[in-house]
C-alpha cells in the first residue's frame, strides 16, 4: 500500500538476560525459585510474548551516555495499510483452519510485529480480503481449459477455523482456549483489554536490580490485567517490564 515514513525513533532495545532466572523457570513442584543448575527440577516458566500498547512511547534515556546502544527506527505512520497473499496446498480443513486462526485469531484481536514491539510499534489489526479454494473437477473435469479453477470461500473462513479448533479439542481432550498459554497469548492480543502503560512499562535498572535481589518474578498475564504493578514508581528506561511469561506445562503439550 501506499504510505508515508513516520518520525524517527532511537531506542535502545530489550535484550534475554540469563541472569534473571527468576524470571525465566519455575520449580516442578510447588512455589520457590531454582536455578540453571536445579537440572530436572525446573521448568520454563514460559514464551516471550509483547503486550500491546495504547499508544507510542519512548524511554527518557537523558541519562544514557553511551549512544552506541542505541538502534534507529523508521516506523510506517499510523493508518498504513498493506495487502499481501499466502499461497498454500494439500491442506486439510483442519489445517487451514489453523492457518487463519493464527492470522485472524479471535474478536477484537491484534497483533504486533517489528523491532519496535516494546514501545508500542507495529500493532496491526488482520482481516481477510479473500480466500480461494482450488476446485479439482473444474481443472480436470470440464472439456474446455480451465484457466481459473478457483471458488471464492472466505465466507467459510469462521466454519473452518471452528473446525480446527474441533480437531484440538479431539487430541487435547478439551477447548484449546482453555490450555494457559493459549488463553494468554489470546489475552495479550485482545485490543480492548490492553493494561494501562504503568503494568507493562520498561522497568528502570533500579527495579531491576531489586527485583534480583528479592528474586521474585515478574507477574503473569493474568495478574498483570487484574492490576498488579511495578513496586515503584521509578523513571522508565531499564530492563523490559513488558515481557510476561506463560505457563510452560501447557507449552510442553502443544
Known amino acids: 500500500g501506499e504510505t508515508e515514513e513516520g518520525r524517527e525513533r532511537s531506542v535502545i532495545p530489550g535484550e534475554p538476560k540469563p541472569t534473571s532466572f527468576v524470571n525465566y523457570l519455575r520449580p516442578v513442584k510447588g512455589p520457590g525459585v531454582v536455578?540453571?543448575?536445579?537440572?530436572?527440577?525446573?521448568?520454563?516458566?514460559?514464551?516471550?510474548?509483547?503486550?500491546?500498547?495504547?499508544?507510542?512511547?519512548?524511554?527518557?534515556?537523558?541519562?544514557?551516555?553511551?549512544?552506541?546502544?542505541?538502534?534507529?527506527l523508521h516506523p510506517?505512520?499510523?493508518?498504513?495499510?498493506?495487502?499481501?497473499?499466502i499461497r498454500?496446498?494439500?491442506?486439510?480443513?483442519?489445517?487451514?483452519?489453523?492457518?487463519?486462526?493464527?492470522?485472524?485469531?479471535?474478536?477484537?484481536?491484534?497483533?504486533?510485529?517489528?523491532?519496535?514491539?516494546?514501545?508500542?510499534?507495529?500493532r496491526i489489526a488482520l482481516r481477510l480480503k479473500g480466500l480461494y479454494?482450488?476446485?479439482?473437477?473444474?481443472?480436470y473435469g470440464g472439456d474446455s481449459l480451465c484457466l481459473a479453477p478457483y471458488r471464492e470461500a472466505s465466507g467459510e473462513a469462521k466454519a473452518l477455523i471452528a473446525e480446527a479448533k474441533e480437531d484440538m479439542k479431539k487430541f487435547l481432550g478439551?477447548?484449546?482456549?482453555?490450555?494457559?498459554?493459549?488463553?494468554n497469548f489470546l489475552l495479550m492480543k485482545n485490543a480492548v483489554k490492553i493494561p494501562p502503560a504503568d503494568r507493562t512499562r520498561y522497568m528502570a535498572l533500579e527495579e531491576?536490580?531489586?527485583q534480583r535481589q528479592d528474586a521474585i518474578p515478574l507477574?503473569?498475564?493474568?495478574?498483570?490485567?487484574?492490576?498488579?504493578?511495578?513496586?515503584?514508581?521509578a523513571p522508565a528506561g531499564g530492563q523490559e517490564r513488558?515481557?510476561?511469561?506463560?505457563?510452560?506445562?501447557?507449552?510442553?503439550?502443544?
Open 133 to 139: 479454494l482450488e476446485e479439482k473437477e473444474g481443472l
Open 35 to 72: 536455578s540453571y543448575n536445579d537440572t530436572g527440577h525446573f521448568l520454563l516458566r514460559g514464551v516471550k510474548q509483547y503486550w500491546l500498547k495504547k499508544g507510542v512511547f519512548t524511554p527518557d534515556y537523558s541519562r544514557m551516555k553511551n549512544k552506541n546502544v542505541f538502534s534507529v
Open 208 to 210: 531491576y536490580g531489586q
Open 174 to 183: 478439551h477447548d484449546v482456549t482453555e490450555e494457559p498459554s493459549i488463553r
Open 242 to 254: 513488558g515481557k510476561s511469561r506463560e505457563t510452560a506445562a501447557a507449552r510442553k503439550t502443544l
Open 88 to 122: 498454500f496446498e494439500n491442506l486439510t480443513r483442519g489445517e487451514l483452519g489453523m492457518v487463519l486462526w493464527g492470522l485472524l485469531l479471535e474478536e477484537n484481536s491484534n497483533q504486533n510485529i517489528g523491532k519496535g514491539k516494546p514501545f508500542g510499534l507495529g
Open 76 to 85: 510506517l505512520d499510523k493508518g498504513a495499510k498493506f495487502e499481501g497473499k
Open 219 to 233: 507477574p503473569d498475564v493474568e495478574d498483570v490485567i487484574k492490576g498488579q504493578q511495578l513496586r515503584a514508581s
